[in-house]
């Protein structure tokens, strides 16, 4: 797990996670694939309930322990001082030597405490501990303190002290040895220079005088614990620095930053990868690194048009493309005529190639379309900004707020679709990464048919977004989206329960009579 610095206040602090089998399409359900209001007509929105817990928790370290949410690093740091002052009540030991052994004995308070009653001595020599108390001690007469480490002598009694063992130094030695402990990050290792009793954390903040150094000091600690304890977690997203507190009972391996909207797993600490394991993950991630396979296909945004050969770029994330140039409709995967284009998610091997050539063809065919799909992820968070921003619009120019409501009702089942898009486009970015590696071919050939249909929904819920949509299509966008949640659930829970699961009903029937299904432009 990668560490960051930084530990300001979250403006968002809320993290809801879901369980792996309904993680993306749960979040944006329609009810029975209509669009949910309430008696006075406003729509339901998830956002009122995060509201409120947000109010509860902002700031408050009595938030609610067993739902994840975000931290600050000092929340952790006070936290885990909490924990330590528990092992020093239990054990009679000073605070920094219990949060030392905590650190030491890998958080495990169980196994701390059976095993410092059991036996104390040892405890204390293996993590080289003692149990006397830290408490500056001031030299009394000026003409007797000289420091032994810089041989000043007179120093100035406010600034000569020990930790009650005699072993007395000037302010600035102290500081000096103090800062390189903490520069080095050896935060659990702060003894005095002569002898093995710690150095507290307030008697530290007495020494240095420094509130950025005591500051880092915390953050090295909180650093520490992010890196070593499973239940938190940095944000992996680049331009995101908060920290998540998951309960370790927590069921989900999936987490969402409500700062930034990133989902990611907990287990490996990347973007959320489902239906592909972790392990699956990083058999694709060397398997992308490979010098011998990279070398041999170089990435492009442009393809020529099957039919006239004009080069066209790719600006939205829907595969259905059609040339300015011919007006010839073709998909972006496998460049086939759409008007009588079929799933082209499965992949068929050439038998009349060498071994060496079927195994190049097959990668480069899952990676062509994992590629193409995070392409077209990209492009529609631009899409979901640009809803987001539309939405702002409406609300500042409504001219009553009676109109207000309307309009805004009337465009935030847009933002809905979008968040539907994006799961939904994250998700097959990676059924392909789970399909290259399924072996069975029963299991293969069920499941590219779901990951298909699928993948049919959302090309046309991005087509109908990046239309610039208005209210005369606001049942379509929303039938859609419920047709496209409903078989990314199915997915999901195929691919975590097996292939025996899917709904076959569901898959040849719709959702609905109103449902528009894709395919059907």
Known sequence: MST?????????????????????????????????????????????????????????????????????????YDRFVNEAQDIQSMCSLPLMASMSLLHDLKYAKNVLVTSYLEDPEKVLKEHRLVTQDCGLVFGENEAENMCFVCGEENVKTQDFFHLGCEHAFCRECWTTYLRGKIEEKEVFALRCMQCNISVSPSALESIIQDTP???????FVSSTLI???????????????????IPPNYASN?????????????????????PAVCTTLKLWEKKSNDDGMTSKWLVSNTKDCPKCITPIEKNGGCNHMTCRKCRHEFCWLCSGDWRNHNACNSHQANANVSEERAVLE???????????????????????????????RMEMSAPSLSSEIVEIRDVQYMAKACKVLISCRRTLKWTYVHAFYIEDPGEKELFEFVQGELEANTEHLSKLLEANPDYDIREEIMNQSAAAAKRLEQLLQAADEGMSTVDH???????GNNTVFAGTH
Request: charged residues 30%.
């Open 227 to 245: 890196a070593d304890r499973a239940e938190y977690a940095w944000c992996p997203r680049a331009d995101c620095c908060q920290i998540s507190y």
């Open 362 to 392: 097959k990668y480069l065919f899952y990676w062509n379309r994992f590629n193409s799909h995070l392409q077209s992820q990209k492009l529609e968070d631009k899409l979901t900004k640009s809803i987001q921003e539309k939405m702002a």
């Open 4 to 76: 960051k610095s930084g530990s300001g206040s979250p403006r968002r602090p809320i993290l809801s996670r879901q369980s792996s089998t309904q993680s993306d399409a749960s979040d944006y359900s329609y009810g029975s694939y209509e669009y949910d209001e309430d008696e006075d007509g406003d729509d339901l929105d998830q956002e009122d309930d995060l509201g409120a817990i947000k109010e509860g928790s902002e700031g408050d370290d009595s938030f609610d322990m067993g739902s994840p949410h975000i931290v600050t690093s000092d929340t952790i």
């Open 254 to 274: 999936d987490a969402i930053c409500q700062q930034c909207d990133f989902k990611f797993c907990t287990l490996c600490n990347e973007e959320c990868h489902a």
């Open 213 to 219: 150094l005591f500051q880092k000091f915390k953050d």
């Open 505 to 511: 009903s569901f898959l040849k029937g719709g959702v």
